[in-house]
Structure formats: structure tokens, C-alpha cells
């Protein structure tokens, strides 16, 4: 069998692997989102044997855990419980999470906090399509990229108040670069997983509002960019997840043009 043979057969399982998995995270993609609670809402029956994502609607940090949860197929095991940022449940602070934020999974009798401890444990602790590789090159890369995934965070933030000199473009070079790591498919890792879980709520935001606010375009220049936005919209454990674009965009101006 010849080189090129191999290398077709290879593209082509690879290929296929990728529709496959695609196909198992979007099948059977219903969900109605329940009621947000509010300071005049009761609270639940906390630690009933209930797994619950306290949760928000329009938040970046809590729609990475949602994400995973989504995609795990995890809709009847993890009941969503959406929060009121801008009202909050007094109970919330007292019985869920004494810093007042969210995400939070309440699981086993405890409740755990932090949205990429949280990604990793929903992974580890219930069943679903794994979204960690086994292979050692790709895991101390995605360890690599899940560390710098809050300095990504911060460094685009700042830059949102910086003026027309602002080198808006480092944070996003870096990515273009990691997605050219591995040619196995168009993720972070080559197959879908939780870095791209980590990334894609802040891409959804960062994409828009620097368009229009900055008049900077982060697809410009970063294929790999642009076609990892293009798979990751077709995947609906992420998909329905996503707020209103002008939604988001007004929040965002709200916050860093005040």
C-alpha cells in the first residue's frame, strides 16, 4: 500500500470520525429553559439528590459549563437553574455560592464553583462523549491552553477600553497558531473538546464588539480562526447556548464604554 494511499485513508477516517462525533453531541437537541430566579423566587430543595447548574443566561464564564453539559447529553442529569445577575436570589449567596457568582454545580452534596474546574469535573464525572484526549501530546496541550485561557480573557478585555493604538491582535494570533498544531481536525486539539468549550463564549462576545466598536476584524488573516468559528457553530450543545449577537454587543458596550 503507498504513502499516499495511507495518508487518504487516514484523512478520510479522520473525516469521518469528525462528522460521527458532530452527530452524536447534536442528536436529539431539545431543551426548554426554565423560569430565571430572581430575589423574589424560593429557592429549590438543595441537596435533594438533584444535580443543578446554578447558571446564567447571558454569562461567558457560566455558558462554558452549560456548553459541556450540553454536549455530554447531560439535559436530564444536570438541571439547569438559571440566576438573575442584576436581582439575585439572597439565598443564592447564603446556600449556593458565598462569592455570589455563577457557574456553580451542586452534585453529591457539595457545591462546586469555578467555570473551568467546573468543564473538567462534568468530563470526569459523568457519562457522555469524552471531551479530553487520551493521547499525552494533545493532554499537556490542552493543560497549556486551559491555563492561558484566563489571560486570553483578561488581555481582550483590557484592550476593549485601550484607544485606536491598541495591539488587539496578540491574543488572537496566539490562537491562530495553536489551531495549526494538530492537522487532525479544524479544533484546538484537532477533534472537538473542552478548550474549545473554554474558548468559544468569550470568540462569541470579543468577535462582534471589536468589529464595531474598534473597527478591528480578528478573522482577518487567521483562517484557522475563521473555520474553527465555522464548526463551532454547527455544533448544537454550543449553538443553543449563544444569546442575541445585539444583545450581547449593547451589554459589552455598557460595561467597557461607560
Not at 30 to 35: D, F, L, R, T, Y
Not at 42 to 59: I, K, M, N, S
Request: glycine share 4%; hydrophobic share 40%; proline share 7%.
Amino acid at each position: 500500500m503507498s504513502f499516499v494511499t495511507l495518508v487518504y485513508i487516514a484523512f478520510c477516517f479522520s473525516t469521518c470520525f469528525h462528522f460521527f462525533f458532530l452527530d452524536i453531541i447534536n442528536r436529539n437537541f431539545h431543551e426548554v429553559i426554565p423560569p430565571v430566579l430572581d430575589s423574589t423566587s424560593d429557592p429549590p430543595a438543595f441537596f435533594d439528590g438533584t444535580t443543578r447548574l446554578y447558571t446564567a443566561l447571558l454569562c461567558p464564564f457560566a455558558q462554558r459549563v452549560w456548553i459541556t453539559r450540553n454536549c455530554k447529553g447531560l439535559q436530564e442529569e444536570i438541571k439547569l437553574v438559571p440566576i438573575d445577575l442584576y436581582n439575585r436570589p439572597a439565598w443564592y449567596k447564603e446556600k449556593v455560592n458565598p462569592a455570589n457568582k455563577v457557574p456553580a454545580l451542586e452534585h453529591n452534596n457539595q457545591i462546586i464553583p469555578e467555570s473551568l474546574d467546573l468543564i473538567k469535573y462534568i468530563d470526569s464525572n459523568f457519562e457522555g462523549p469524552a471531551l479530553y484526549p487520551d493521547d499525552p501530546n494533545k493532554r499537556e496541550f490542552a493543560e497549556e491552553l486551559l491555563s492561558y485561557a484566563d489571560t486570553f480573557t483578561t488581555a481582550v478585555f483590557r484592550s476593549f477600553k485601550g484607544d485606536a493604538g491598541t495591539d488587539f491582535g496578540a491574543p488572537f494570533d496566539y490562537l491562530e497558531t495553536a489551531l495549526s498544531k494538530f492537522d487532525d481536525g479544524p479544533f484546538f486539539l484537532g477533534e472537538f473538546s473542552l478548550v474549545d468549550i473554554a474558548y468559544a463564549p468569550f470568540i462569541e462576545r470579543f468577535q462582534p464588539f471589536l468589529l464595531e466598536v474598534k473597527n478591528y476584524d480578528i478573522a482577518v488573516g487567521r483562517p484557522k480562526l475563521v473555520a474553527w468559528v465555522e464548526e463551532m457553530n454547527k455544533i448544537e450543545g454550543y449553538t443553543h447556548t449563544k444569546g442575541d449577537p445585539q444583545q450581547l454587543l449593547e451589554i459589552n458596550k455598557k460595561i467597557f464604554l461607560a
